[in-house]
C-alpha cells in the first residue's frame, strides 16, 4: 500500500485570490458594508472636530466681538443694548469685545473696526502691556487707548448666552453622531458576521464534498487527523478574514489617507512632524509581515500534526492499554506538543516586539506633536481647539496603521490555512469519470478480467498479468496467502483503484466507461473490518436514503438474520448506536453490514473476510442466509477460512499476484497443489 506523505508546506497558486471569488455571489451585502464603513469612518473623522469647534468658538471663543444689532438679530441684550456674534461684516461698523487679563474678564465696547482688529490681535498676547486700576482695565491702541468695565459672573453668563447654546447645539451634535455611529457599525458587524459565517459554511460544505470524490489512494496516503483539520480548524481559521480582515483593511486604509489630508489641511508643518515616523512603521511592519508568513505556515503544519498524532492514539487507545505504552504515548505527545508551543511562542515573540514598537513610535510622535503644537499655541499662531484636534488625530492615526498590520498578521494566518484547503480542494480524482459514459439499464453480474496488471505505488505489481471470468449468479472464492492480492481484487472491481494495464469488463463493458456511481451501486459491501456510523439501527440499514421504507429495513435486516438480535435490543431499530457500534459485538456488527448491503439489493455481493470475526453462533447465522442471499447474484468472496467457501462454483488460489490454481473444492485438492497445503494445514 502507499506510505504517508509528508503535508506540503507551501501553496503554489494565489491563496488570496482564490479566497476572494468566494465572497463573488454576496458582492451586494460586501458593498453595503464597504459603504458602512466609509460612513462609519466619516463619523469618526467628524466627532473630533466638532469638539475643537466646541473649544474654540464657544468655550475658548469668549473673545469674538459681539457687534451692535437691531433687536430683532440679536443673541443677547446687555445693558439696554443688542448684541451678536453672527452679523454683516459689511453694515456692522460698532463693536464690543471680551478681554481677559489676571482671572477677570473685562467688556470694551463702542470699538470700531480698526479698534476691534488691534484689539483682537493683541488678546494673544494675553495683553501684557494694558492697565489694571481697579475694576477697569485700559489697553493702548494706535496712539490712544479703550476702556472697559470688569463683568461679574452674572453679567459673563448673560453675554455668553449664545456660547452655551452653540455647546449644547454640538452636544446634541455629538450625540447624534454617536448614535449613527454605532448603528452604522452594529449593521456592518451583522452584516460581515452573517456572510462571513455562510461563506465558511460554503467552503466547509465544498472541502467536505470534494474529499468525498477523493479516491481510497488519497486517504492511504492522508492521515485521519489532518483530513479533519482541513475540514474543522483550517476552515474556522479564515471565519477572521471574511467577518473582520476584508473590511477592515479597506477601512484602515480609509481611515489612514483621511487622517492624513485632514491633518494636512489643519497644519501640514505638524502633519509633516508626524509623517517622519512613518518610515520607521513601514520597516517594522514589513519585518512583522514577513515572521509571521513563516510562524503562521509552521504553526498550522504542526496543528495538522498533532490532529493527526491524536486521532490515530485515540483511535488505538485499547491497543496501547493492551501493550502498556501510556507512558511512551504520554512522551511522545509531549514531543509533538513541545514542537507546537515553541511554535506559538516564536508567534508570540513576534507580536511582542511589533505591537511595543508601533506603541512607542506613535507615542513618541505623540509628544514631538503636543510639544510643538503647544509651543505654537503660546505663541498664538494655533488655537487650544486645533490642537486638540490634531493631537486626537495623532492617537487615532497611528492606531488603524497598528491594526492594519495585525489585520495583515490574521491574513496571514488565514493565508497558511487556505493554502492547506486549498492544497486538498486541488487533489484530482484519480478515477476520472468516462467521457462518453456507458449506462446499462441492469447489471447483471458478469464479471471479466483481461490480463490486469495493477500496482499500488511505481512498479510494485500487487496483480500479474491475471485473468479469469465469473457468469452471472455464480459464486467465486479468493484464497491465498496475505499479500497475494485477493482483496486488490474487490478494489479494482469496485473501480476504487485504476489498472496500469490489461482491462476489466463488467457485463461487457470495460468498467472505465461506466460512471462509477453506476458500477458502486450494483456493488454491495461486506468487509472485514465493519464499520457503524453513530446514530441509530435503522439509519446504519438505510445510510440516509429517506426514500427507503421501513418495510425494506425490515426484511433486509430479516434476510440477514439480523432482525431477532435488533428487536432484543431496548430500542428496537431505534437503539442509539455510538462511534464505530462500540456497543454493539463484533457478529452483530457484521449482521448489521449484511442488512445494510441487502438493503440496496445489488447485482453483484461482495464479501472480504466477512465471518472471519464471527462467532460460531452467528457464523451459523449467516450461513443459513448465504443461500437465500446469494441467489440470483454474482457473489465474490474472499477468506482464510476454507470451511466458509467450499461450496463455491469456483475457488481461485492467488499467490504472489497471480493465479496458480481454480476449480470446485474437490477438484482443487485433487490435484495435491497450493489449495490442498492450505487445507490440510487448517484441518
Given at each position: 500500500m502507499a506510505t504517508i506523505k509528508e503535508e506540503k508546506l507551501s501553496y503554489n497558486g494565489n491563496a488570496f485570490t482564490r479566497l476572494l471569488t468566494y465572497v463573488r455571489p454576496y458582492w451586494k451585502t460586501m458593498v453595503l458594508c464597504t459603504a458602512l464603513v466609509l460612513a462609519v469612518t466619516a463619523l469618526n473623522l467628524y466627532r473630533p472636530i466638532l469638539i475643537g469647534d466646541a473649544i474654540d468658538h464657544h468655550i475658548e471663543g469668549y473673545d469674538h466681538p459681539y457687534a451692535y444689532v437691531s433687536a430683532q438679530e440679536a443673541q443677547v441684550a446687555f445693558g439696554g443694548r443688542y448684541l451678536s456674534t453672527e452679523y454683516d461684516e459689511e453694515t456692522a461698523d460698532a463693536f464690543a469685545v471680551i478681554v481677559y487679563r489676571d482671572d477677570r474678564y473685562y467688556l470694551i465696547q463702542d470699538l470700531d473696526r480698526r479698534q476691534t482688529g488691534e484689539l483682537l490681535e493683541k488678546t494673544k498676547t494675553e495683553l501684557t502691556d494694558a492697565a489694571v486700576s481697579g475694576s477697569v482695565i485700559t489697553v493702548p491702541l494706535g496712539n490712544g487707548t479703550v476702556s472697559g468695565e470688569a463683568l461679574s459672573r452674572q453679567q459673563l453668563s448673560e453675554l455668553r448666552q449664545a456660547d452655551r447654546q452653540g455647546i449644547r447645539r454640538i452636544a446634541l451634535i455629538y450625540a447624534a453622531v454617536l448614535v449613527l455611529t454605532v448603528v452604522c457599525e452594529m449593521a456592518e458587524v451583522w452584516l460581515l458576521q452573517r456572510t462571513g459565517q455562510n461563506i465558511i459554511f460554503d467552503i466547509r460544505q465544498q472541502v467536505f464534498e470534494h474529499i468525498h470524490t477523493l479516491p481510497l489512494r488519497f486517504f492511504d496516503t492522508n492521515p485521519v487527523g489532518r483530513i479533519v483539520t482541513r475540514v474543522t480548524n483550517d476552515v474556522e481559521s479564515l471565519n477572521r478574514m471574511y467577518t473582520q480582515v476584508l473590511v477592515k483593511l479597506f477601512s484602515n486604509t480609509v481611515l489612514i489617507i483621511g487622517y492624513a489630508v485632514v491633518m494636512l489641511r489643519i497644519n501640514a508643518r505638524l502633519a509633516g512632524l508626524c509623517f517622519l515616523f512613518l518610515p520607521v512603521i513601514f520597516a517594522l511592519t514589513v519585518w512583522f509581515r514577513s515572521m509571521t508568513r513563516k510562524v503562521y505556515r509552521i504553526v498550522r503544519t504542526k496543528i495538522s500534526a498533532l490532529n493527526t498524532f491524536l486521532s490515530e492514539n485515540i483511535s488505538g487507545m485499547k491497543l496501547i492499554q493492551i501493550f502498556v505504552r501510556e507512558r511512551e504515548k504520554a512522551a511522545e505527545f509531549e514531543e509533538r506538543t513541545g514542537e507546537l508551543y515553541r511554535s506559538q511562542m516564536r508567534e508570540l515573540l513576534v507580536f511582542s516586539v511589533f505591537r511595543p514598537g508601533i506603541a512607542f513610535v506613535a507615542n513618541f510622535a505623540l509628544a514631538t506633536v503636543i510639544y510643538r503644537s503647544g509651543v505654537s499655541v503660546l505663541a498664538g499662531t494655533l488655537t487650544l481647539?486645533?490642537?486638540?484636534?490634531?493631537?486626537?488625530?495623532?492617537?487615532?492615526?497611528?492606531?488603524?496603521?497598528?491594526?492594519?498590520?495585525?489585520?495583515f498578521s490574521s491574513l496571514q494566518n488565514a493565508l497558511a490555512s487556505a493554502e492547506k484547503i486549498f492544497t486538498v480542494l486541488d487533489e484530482r480524482n484519480t478515477i476520472p469519470e468516462p467521457a462518453d459514459p456507458v449506462v446499462p439499464e441492469k447489471l447483471v453480474g458478469h464479471i471479466e478480467f483481461r490480463n490486469v496488471w495493477f500496482a499500488y505505488e511505481g512498479d510494485d505489481y500487487v496483480l500479474r498479468d491475471v485473468s479469469f471470468e465469473i457468469h452471472p449468479g455464480e459464486k467465486v472464492a479468493f484464497v491465498g496467502a496475505t499479500g497475494a492480492g485477493k482483496s486488490s481484487i474487490l478494489n479494482l472491481i469496485g473501480r476504487y483503484y485504476d489498472i496500469q494495464k490489461g482491462q476489466i469488463l463488467v457485463d461487457g463493458v470495460d468498467i472505465r466507461r461506466i460512471p462509477t456511481a453506476?458500477?458502486?451501486?450494483?456493488?454491495?459491501?461486506?468487509?472485514?473490518?465493519?464499520?457503524?456510523?453513530?446514530g441509530d439501527i435503522r439509519s446504519n440499514i438505510r445510510l440516509l436514503d429517506e426514500e427507503m421504507s421501513e418495510e425494506k429495513v425490515r426484511r433486509a435486516a430479516e434476510a440477514a438474520n439480523a432482525d431477532q438480535f435488533i428487536r432484543n435490543l431496548p430500542g428496537g431499530y431505534d437503539?442509539?448506536?455510538?462511534?464505530?457500534?462500540?456497543?454493539?459485538?463484533?457478529?452483530?456488527?457484521?449482521l448489521l453490514s449484511f442488512a445494510r448491503t441487502l438493503a440496496y439489493d445489488p447485482a453483484i455481493l461482495v464479501m472480504d473476510e466477512a465471518t472471519a470475526n464471527i462467532d460460531t453462533e452467528t457464523e451459523r447465522l449467516i450461513q443459513g442466509a448465504l443461500e437465500t442471499l446469494m441467489e440470483g447474484r454474482t457473489t465474490i468472496m474472499v477468506a482464510h477460512r476454507l470451511s466458509t467457501i467450499q461450496h463455491a462454483d469456483n475457488i481461485i488460489v492467488m499467490h504472489k499476484g497471480r493465479i496458480r490454481e481454480s476449480g470446485t473444492h474437490q477438484q482443487l485438492l485433487a490435484r495435491n497443489g497450493i489449495y490442498r497445503k492450505l487445507y490440510e494445514l487448517q484441518q
Open positions: 481647539g486645533t490642537m486638540y484636534v490634531f493631537t486626537n488625530y495623532i492617537r487615532s492615526f497611528f492606531r488603524p496603521i497598528e491594526q492594519l498590520a495585525e489585520q453506476v458500477l458502486r451501486r450494483a456493488i454491495g459491501q461486506v468487509q472485514q473490518d465493519v464499520f457503524v456510523f453513530t437503539e442509539p448506536v455510538t462511534e464505530r457500534g462500540a456497543t454493539l459485538s463484533a457478529g452483530q456488527r457484521q
